[in-house]
């Protein structure tokens, strides 16, 4: 692929919306062709079924939950994030398939083999060159954000919380050019590790952040 591609993971009000925004305007400012897109979502057909999938009317079992994350995801994927990465272009993606192993693999305990697999069918096996994963402490959970509780997965209770940040972590320690981001911090402590990450994993240079 001659573009690049980059996940920004982790926890509802984490921050890596605010951080994934930030860096994709700072981009296109500077010259650079950047797509900023979601999971689920991101695609018209992967925003309807996110519209099923968050909205918290709907009692949507487990296995279901999986299979219409996964169907978002192979329609987002091979319609926009491919074709982006073809034409050479930076993609910032809030969300892609290790929070499915951290939501459903170690939130609802669904097999991590099951997972896995869909993972790489829906995704054709395709990496992200670099993914940052955005870890809180869960008191910020209820502090952050003014409509809390909005969605399905928002509504989960503090356990379910816990075994999904948990999840997050581990994954990342397995996942090649996973890096995992202190969120706690201010927002400018953030973007400045963002930033030296990008770096490091041959995605921008030093040359390219001083105009950022």
């Known amino acids: 692929m ?4 980059i996940v920004f993971e982790g926890p509802d009000r984490s921050g890596k919306s605010t951080q994934a925004s930030m860096l994709s305007k700072a981009l296109s400012e500077n010259g650079f062709d950047v797509v900023l897109t979601r999971e689920p979502g991101g695609d018209q057909v992967a925003e309807q079924i996110r519209n099923i999938l968050l909205n918290p009317d709907h009692n949507v079992s487990d296995m279901a939950e999986l299979f219409l994350y996964e169907a978002a995801r192979a329609q987002h994927t091979q319609q926009k994030i491919i074709p982006a990465l073809m034409d050479g272009k930076i993609v910032i993606c809030e969300r ?3 929070s499915t192993c951290a939501y459903q693999g170690y939130g609802r305990g669904i097999d991590m083999k099951i997972i896995n697999q869909l993972n790489s069918i829906a995704t054709l096996d395709f990496q992200p ?8 402490s869960d008191k910020y ?3 952050r954000g003014e409509y809390l509780f ?3 997965l928002e509504q989960e209770d503090e356990a379910f919380r816990h075994k999904m940040r948990q999840g997050y972590r581990e994954i990342a320690q397995k996942t090649p050019n996973a890096v995992v981001v202190d969120a706690d911090r201010p927002v400018k402590e ?3 590790t963002v930033l030296d990450e990008l770096v490091k994993h041959d995605i921008l240079t030093g040359a390219d952040i001083k105009i950022l």
């Open 141 to 143: 959970f209820t502090q």
């Open 190 to 192: 953030i973007w400045r």
């Open 96 to 98: 892609y398939t290790m």
């Open 129 to 136: 060159d670099l993914t940052l994963v955005f870890l809180m």
């Open 150 to 152: 909005s969605d399905r």
């Open 2 to 5: 001659k573009g690049k591609f």
